[in-house]
Structures are given as C-alpha cells and as structure tokens.
C-alpha cells in the first residue's frame, strides 16, 4: 500500500523530467531555427544590398565585361538560392569561402579574432563575476544600510556609462596619466599568458563597469528572496550558525537566477566589443566584422556575424544546461 | 522563594511586541501572559490579525525586520530568551526550541536533499556525519515513513504534503525538545492526511514528554490537542481555560461569537442561519480606550468603553478578559435566526443532468482517466456538496461544467438553459473561486468589476445597469463606499463578497463554488455561507459545492458527492451520506473530522492517494480500504447500486455490512 504512494511521488517527478528533456530538446532545435534564420538574413544583407557585387568591387568606372567577368568567378551571377545553398553548404563545413579583400580563405581570420574576443571577455568575465555576486551577496545581507546603499548606487551608476566614455577615462588616467597599464591591448609577439593577461586588463575595465550593476542586482535581488524564505527561517531555527545557513541554504537558492543572467551578457560580450576593440586597437571579432564592412568584404562580414551568432546561441544553451543541472527539480532531465 | 524542581516549557510575561508599518508602530500583541507546563499541550486560537503567529515568532526569537519586542520577557526552560548571546540562542535551539510550520513544501530547502535537512540537525548538535545519517534514517522511520533510505535522498519536491509535513516533524522530535512550536501545522492538507498528522504529533508528543504550543483557527482541531486553550484577540489573551470547559461554557463574548459561527452537527442552512460577529477586528493602531472587543460585543455596556477589563481569573484554572464574563453565555444573536423561506428542490426537469461523463488528459500508454463514468443531477434550488481529496477530480469536473475543459466523447450533459443557446448556457453557470484575490481584476475598482459583468453577462445599459449594480452589491450587504475601492483595500470577506456578487450578475442558475470559505476566518466563513443561503433562497439558484470541510458540506448540502481518484464512490441525500451506511472511504473522511467531544472512532487509512496516472485496478479505493473483503475488490470495480432513497454507494459490500454514524453523534449537537 504504501507502495503505491510512494509510486505516486515517483511517477510526478518522472512526468516532470521528461518534460524538462523535452523542452531541452526543443530549446536546441529552435537554437537550429534561430542560426538558420540568422544567416538567410546575414546572406540576404550581404549579397542583395549591395546589388551588383562585381560592381560594388571594382567601382563605378569598371568595364562592363570586367565586372560580368568578376561576377563570374566570384559566382555571383548564379540564382540567389543556389548561391546561399552553395554558401551555408559549405560553411557547416567549415569552409567559410574566401575574404575578398585578402583573396585568401576567411577562416583563420574568424578564427584568430574569435579566440582574442574570447581572452578579452575571459579575463573580463574572471574579473566580474565574482566581484558582481560578491557585491550583490553582501548588499543584500547588509540590506538597508550604507553599504548596501553604495554598492547599489555604484553599480547602477557604473552601467550606464557607455564603453568609449570608460575607455577614454581609463585610457587617459592609467594609460597617460599614471603609465601602469600599456594602451593597446594587444601584448607585443612572443610575451608570455600573464603579459597577455596583464595587457587586457585595462580593455576589461569597462567590461566589468558595464556588468558590475547588472550582475550585483541580480545576485542581490536572489539573495534577499532566499533569505526572507520559509527554509532559511527553518534553517536559523535549526540553530545553524549564520555562516552554515548562507552557505549551504541562501546561496545555493539565491544565484540561480544570476547565472542566466551573466550567460546572456556573456553572448552579448562576444559580438557588442567593437567599440572597446577599435579603442585599444585589439584584433577582436568586433572589429574584424568592422573592418569588413567597411571594405567591403561580404565572405567575411557574413561569416563573423555568423560565427558571433553561433557563440551567442551556444552561451544561452550551455546556460540552459547549467541552470537545469543546478536545480534538483529539473536536475533528472539531464542523468 | 524556591524554584520549582522542573521549569515551565514556556512562560510568557508581560508581553509587548510591535511592528513597525510604514513608519508608525502597531501593537501587535500587548502585555502577553502564558504559560505551559513541561510535557503540557496548549492552543491559541485567533483569528488571521489577532497576532498568534506573532506569538510563535516571538517565542522562537525571529520576528520579522520590522518588529521588536516593546517589554517583557519570554523564558524557555527557565532560560530569558532575550537575554541570550548569539551562541546561547543558537544552542537554545539545537536542543530544547523547535517548530513546525504551515506550509511543509516551502519549509524545506528545494535545493537540498531531505536527508541532508535532516541530518544537519544532528550534526549540529555535534553527531559526526555518518551518525547523523544513521540516527536521521531512524527519525523518518519514527515518523512512520516507510523506505527511509530511499526518502533521504529525494528532494522536497518530489514528496507529498504529508510526507513533507513528517519529515519537518521528525526535524522538530530529532532531539529530545522541551517545547515545540505547531504553527497552523495541518492547515493545506487532504482530511485523512490531516487525521494521520495529528495522531503522529500526538503519539510522538506522549512518547517524548514534549510540551506544545499549538497555534491554529481551527477551533476542533485544538480542541483535539490540547489540554488548556487560550483565546487571542486584537493581540489581547482574552480567554484562557481548560479545554473542555472552554468549549463547553465559553465566558468571554468573543469565544461565545466564535464557536457559535460554526457550523455544526444538526444545523442546516434551511432550518437556521450561522450567527456572525459583526464588525471587524481592530488593527493595532489604536490606543485602547476601553475593553478591545467593545465595538463588536452585543453585551456592551458604558464601562465597557472607557475602562480597559483585566484578565481576571475566576477559578478552575480558568480566566476572561471581560466585567461581565457571566452572561457571555447570553450574547445576543447578531443575525436572525431564520433563514429566507426556501422553496424545496424542485420536481419539475432537473436543472443539470450528468451521465456517464469522463475526461481523459493525454493519450495512447500516457493517459491519465481523470474522470470516469460520472452521473448524478442538480435541481433547480439544490445544493449538491462535492466532497474528495486532491486529486480526486473535483476542480476537473468543475471545468467541465463551467465548459472551460471538453468531457470525453460519450458524455452527456444536458443543462436546462441550454434551450435558450450556448452562450446564454454559460452565463446561466457562474464561479466562485476559493482564493478572491486571484479571481478579481487588481487593477479595477470593485464597481467596475461589477458593471462589467453586468454588461456582459446580463446585458444592461444605461439607469437600469445603474440601480442593478446597488441591488446586486447590497444584495451582497457590501457597503455602497465600497464600490469605489479597490480589491487590495477589502479584507478577504468583502473580496469574496464581491466575487459572490459577480457571479450573480447574470442570474446565473447554477452557481460553483470551490471551496469558497476555505480561505476565511470562521466569522466571515459564517457570513458567506448565510449569504449563500439568503441569495438561494431569494434566487432559486443551484449551488455545486466544492469542499474539504464536512461540516460545512453537511450545513450547506441537501445531497453529498463522494469523488476519489476520479470516481463517484457515493452520492446520496446529505443525512443518509452521514447517517450511513456509507462507503468505507466516506466512513474514513467522517471519521478523519475532528469533533470537539473527541467521540468518535478513527477509521485510519493507510498511506496516500494513489497517483492518478496508475489508479488501483478494481475497485480504486480497495489499496487503503480498511474493509477490503477479498480478491474481489482488487479485480472487480463494483458498480454504483442503490441503497435505497436515492443513495448510491459503489462498494462489493453490502448495506448491512457498510459503516453507520454511531448513535452518540447525534447527541453530540
């Protein structure tokens, strides 16, 4: 008898994991929808606004039966289907058809920018998120008092400066004005990781301006709720010392909710540098999709785009899974 | 002055505790004096305002941010809680302070196995880990919960009400406490599962020699419990005797207000309304001029207003707050006594007529029967109770009537209105839900909710809408001012009120009421279902009524539906259904009632539901049926049969063989 009690409890939680699979499964196949929608409209941007690709190339004054010619070679004279066919075909492969400009293959271009985006928004990621949790935990544990009125207010005013102000600010006082930190962030060829290291910090200061507020709301906000809960009263008047109850109790509930939100700007990061790689003249994607654009180089500004979209897609996956792993009630999905 | 060789559990002097609301204080509980025995049991009644749960908090040293404690002291085991170091508080609590809390589910850490919860306990009071283990196993086997191992390593959400509720209770018993602290502990849970609680916490309470404070409205569940009663109002102890005594000769107005609210044994809403206090409770904001109950008393006299009465004791352990404690017993009746005339059920064409209904949710291997072969009728003017557990189907059957779900192919549902087309059909079956708050538009003003559903469902324009709108919202004694607040600014009888008042827009002809009075105080519990009766009367109006609580059923219905896991187990005229003979499962729902003479024999039932996705086969009920007859009852699913009188019970049994109330029930009213 009691069997089939328990059985009850079994079949609800069984019921709830297939769905939370599901709905993985789902959220991966709209990422799918998502890429491919992406890149009909990254095609669409690249190949049909500029019209006549041979033309925009070669210029106003070319020869008629050079830009045909062009067209020609480059493929451009085929059906717009097939020529997106033939494109998306081989980018899944990996072949992301050749940079115009360098008339060279794109790939170890996207490539090597993607990798230095990546270490910029490691070493600013590294740096803020514990610092934004840290100050969001203590606000909220302070809640009312001074310093919870500081940390708040300083995150707050801290996002809504824009990147370029920041940099400028930075630029001028450490680069300048006190010569700590070099000005470009690329490290001269052949330095060391920690060198490296060392000459992306002041590129990640804005960074960690920008999402210092974000990330200290959200770990605030998630830190009070935990701490009113029914269950922390429940663990206070166990008799748990205070330091057990934050531990184990609050934060394990309170920072759910602030990874997804620190996944969400991490695939924001990756694609919205520009402004901070064109500053500190760093080979970023950002500025490779920059570059292109403005020579128009079409191969290469559609694969960057798409490679950014990639990434973006892949962070707010891979924060899915944590956020399911993280959760008991949805953590049977994933066995 | 020699101490005495064993100190109170708990003893309570003098006091004061207040909160601060929006920068002004409010007593919430004012010059408190309690005390309990070790090993004693002792409610506090109240109703919600009235600061008993204020008391529990206070009493574990965890009032909310905004509150502080304005004088006295509160001493535990002989130890002044508020004098305590951080340390001395925090062992206070390991070993000898503990409390189990009204909602199980939010009580526990979802991110954190149960086991581990539990066995914290132990390694706090500085048992290393693998014991702790050991020794938490042990306590879930002590709260009689089968398969340990197994329970240790499920996470909170994955257990039911109950088990949830053990496993906070094995939390509370796993060290030898000298008080534990019961705050609302059964309230949200099934009846049989609420029985079986309660008998838990009183078995454990004996076995360890605990004392408890147990804090609850319901008036016969502490009657159950405890030995002495205190009774709480405006932050006030205004009574405080021995059980028995308080309920059998309440002498405090109050007291006498609150028992007479209930509804009880013998009562019917035909033969005679509930009786109500009038008024509402203070909110803490005031200085006391004179007695705090003066406002809402029907003996008040001059004095009453400008001195304040003292807790005096009259003897016998007894004590009342009031001068003339003697004619509590003569408190006028606030409501008349005589109900509307109501016109009996009609013969004519029942109103609603049900045969053989199903709904099956999913498909193929993954179907779940929610309901099966259902049938029964409504007549014009009948109220038709519909009793059973979570699970059972009741909401479903509800949707389907309300036509917010489809009955499987092969239901027939004739409603009487259906001649007159198919929307005029739904505005003739209306809705009142159980929770107000969530059923009225936060945003709109309670006349604009009124007016729209007078628009829409019943079509008004101009001056006609105008004075229907007073009628409807007098006819609901809701207070013309009213019309102008918000729902936010009502209290949660005036929200009811309301949506009451928005389902009758129409003139609806068949009214569903789920769980309607579940969520008020018993005064205002009293109020609604009196109202309910007058607008029956005056109307003519059928009532689907959806409830956990039998004794309202059995006040408001004239017959009773039995719904487990889906299926009608009996239905039958109110008397005969608790007369008997009844179907086991009824007999255990009756029995799980607690009554305040405390008569009755437990029929107990052996563990939970079983889930809907995997009913029994055979008769559903025969897993946890205590007259299980044979193989019969697991292979065969008897068939409704009557029993004579127009009640049905779905049993292999026969009539003789079945349950009846015994005959000192009927004595007891």
Redesign the interface.
Known sequence: ??L??????????L?QETSTLSFLIRRLLLSLVTLGVLSILVFAGGQLLPGDVGRSILGPLADERAVAALNHQLGTDRSLTVQYLDWISHFVRGDMSTSYAFRSPVAPFVGAALANSLKLAAVAFVIVVPLGIAGGVLAAMKRGTATDRIITITGLSATVIPEFVSGIILILLFGIGLRLFPMTATAPPGSGVLTGIYYLLLPSFPLVFLLFGYIARMARAGTIEALD???T?????????WR?VIW??VL??ALLPTITVVASQAGYMIGGLVVIETLFRYQGIGSLIYTAARGHDFPMLEAGVLVVGLVYVAVTLAADLAYTA????LRGALR | MSAPAVPDALRIENLDVMYRVRGQERSVLRNLNLRIGAGETYGLVGESGCGKSTAALAV?R?LPRNGRIGGGHVLIDGEDLYGLSQTGL??????RL??V?Q?PG???????TVGA?LA??FT??GAYSADADKRAVAMLRHVRI??PE?VMG??P????GG?LQRT?IA?ALAVDRKLIILDEPTTGLDATVEAEVLDLIDTLRREHGTAILFIGHNLAVIARMCERVGVLYGGLLVEEAPTRELFAAPRHPYTVGLLRCLPRLGLDRKLRRLDTIPGFPPSGAVELQGCIFANRCGLVRDRCRTEPPALSALGGGRSSRCFFHEEAGDLPRVTPPDPVEHVPPGEEHPLLVVESLGKTFGSGSHSVHALRDISFTIARGETVGLVGESGSGKSTLARILLGLERADPGSRIAFEANRRGGTQARHAIQMVFQNPDSALNRSHRVGRILRRALVRLGGLRGEILRGRLLALSRGVQLADSYLQAKPRQLSGGLKQRVAIARAFAGAPQLVVCDEPTSALDVSVQAAILNLLGDLQAAERVSYLFISHDLSVIRYVADRIAVLYLGRLLEIGPAESVFQGPHHPYTEALLSATPAPDGTLRRVKL??????A??P?KGCVFH??CPRHIGPICDTEEPALSERGGGHGIRCHLGSDDLGRAQVDQSSAA
């Open positions: 008898m009691k089939s009690a328990r059985g009850g409890a079994d079949d609800r939680s019921a809960s029914d269950y009263r429940t663990a206070v008047l166990k008799g748990l010392p057990l184990r109790h394990r509930n993280l959760n008991p009630r | 574990m965890y925090r062992q206070l609590r390991q070993t503990s409390m809390y909602d939010r009580a526990l850490n979802p991110a954190i919860q914290e306990v706090v009071a089968t398969d197994r499920r996470y959400h994955q257990l039911s088990m906070v939390m052996s563990g939970a539901p079983p889930s996705m995997s029994p897993t946890r």
